[in-house]
């Protein structure tokens, strides 16, 4: 049994699930899981068996400027790694996790435990490769013992944006799909359009909004938004001053959703950048199609035509034709939908993801560490 350090985010957001998720069913499978975390992450139950957590506290001092974080986590992981006897921290998101648990190591030397770093998305294509960060980014994968990314896309774009040549692992990320599972839905009821997210510029929130508009134009339709972030203030003032206020609801962030998708008929995507898109996988396992921009590894998620339909980004017409016609023609939407969740079960379900990072776990632990 492995003794695991878990370092995610603990907001709303694809990585935090999927971290979580990969604690708990290693905890289910008798290993012996630490959240090292500056909060529990959102999803994370307070009585699971073989797992524990550990906040990360950040003490405020006047002479210090703001970002203490990162030192505070390393410090973290130092003395949770020596108390519990960890083999191996597993990070989730190279920034700044994966540079936290570069320092823990430099303190522990001989003693420390093995570094696995997840690469997620935006620690890659947008904050990451930013000047201010890309050294210290590029080091901190490169000292990591183990790499591993969701998606082809993301393992390329680390190698083009960071020059890196060492091995990414792929494993893409996962969904329990006895949780995200269809339910039948009255047919002739006003067809539902969903999007989750967490309402950063990313996201295109106004796609959102425009493609929902153009599809009511066309014929009824509701709109539900879940999530919240910083675009949210600015859409809800947009959509009331457009008049669409009746048919949108903003339902902020929710830790069950999984009725709303099942009572969707479609899912809206229209990100900029997405490395994988995990909330479009929740939709697929609810069998609901999805309208997504063919943008990064959402190709490898969404396949164009068999459960899906990807547009160019910023296509708000196409986007908007091809949600009306899969809400509109019933035998598409059935063929949409059978696919989606037999392509879910099928090619991401849970178990075997993350028996992929047990294996991972083990061929880094007997490997000799990657260190400089
Ligand atoms: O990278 C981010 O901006 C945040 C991150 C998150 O925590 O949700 O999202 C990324 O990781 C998710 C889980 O692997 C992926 O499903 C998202 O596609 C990815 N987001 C982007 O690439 C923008």
């Not at 047919?187 to 425009?210: I, M, Y």
């Amino acid at each position: 049994m492995i003794a695991i350090g878990i370092t995610c985010y603990h907001t709303f957001g694809g990585s935090g699930i999927i971290a979580t998720e990969i604690g708990l069913e290693l905890a289910r499978r008798g290993h012996r899981v630490h959240f090292i975390c500056a909060e529990p992450p959102a999803r994370l139950p307070d009585d699971a068996e073989n797992v524990s957590f550990h906040e990360v506290t950040i003490r405020d001092y006047p002479l210090l400027l703001e970002g203490q974080y990162p030192l505070a986590l390393a410090s973290r992981m130092v003395e949770v790694a020596e108390k519990e006897k960890l083999d191996l921290w597993h990070v989730h998101y190279a920034l700044p996790h994966a540079t936290s648990a570069y320092l823990a190591r430099q303190i522990l030397g001989a003693r420390s435990p093995r570094v696995v770093t997840t690469l997620h998305g935006t620690d890659i294509t947008l904050v990451g490769n930013d000047p201010s960060y890309l050294p210290i980014t590029r080091l901190s994968i490169e000292q990591s013992d183990g790499v591993t990314a969701p998606s082809q896309y993301l393992a390329r774009a680390t190698v083009e944006n960071f020059g890196i040549t060492r091995p990414i692992e792929v494993i893409p990320n996962f969904i329990d799909t006895e949780r995200f599972q269809p339910a039948p839905h009255g047919e002739g009821a006003v067809p539902l359009l969903v999007h989750s997210s967490n309402f950063r510029p990313l996201k295109r929130l106004d796609d959102v909004v425009e493609v929902f508009a153009r599809v009511r134009a066309r014929g009824p339709a509701r709109l539900a938004l879940i999530g919240d972030g910083p675009e949210r203030p600015r859409l809800e003032a947009q959509v009331k001053a457009r008049g669409l206020d009746a048919d949108i609801t903003f339902l902020g962030e929710q830790l069950d959703f999984v009725a709303t998708l099942q009572a969707a008929d479609l899912f809206l995507l229209p990100s900029e950048t997405e490395s994988f898109g995990l909330s479009a996988l929740e939709a697929l396992s609810c069998g609901v199609p999805v309208v997504a921009s063919r943008v990064g590894g959402v190709p490898e998620v969404v396949r164009e035509g068999e459960d899906g339909f990807l547009l160019p980004v910023g296509d708000v017409e196409a986007m908007a034709a091809a949600a009306r016609r899969i809400v509109d023609d019933q035998a598409l939407h059935r063929r949409l939908s059978a696919a989606a969740r037999a392509g879910a079960v099928g090619r991401f379900s849970r178990a075997p993801m993350v028996t992929r990072y047990e294996k991972f776990y083990e061929s880094v632990l007997r490997s000799s560490p990657s260190r400089s």
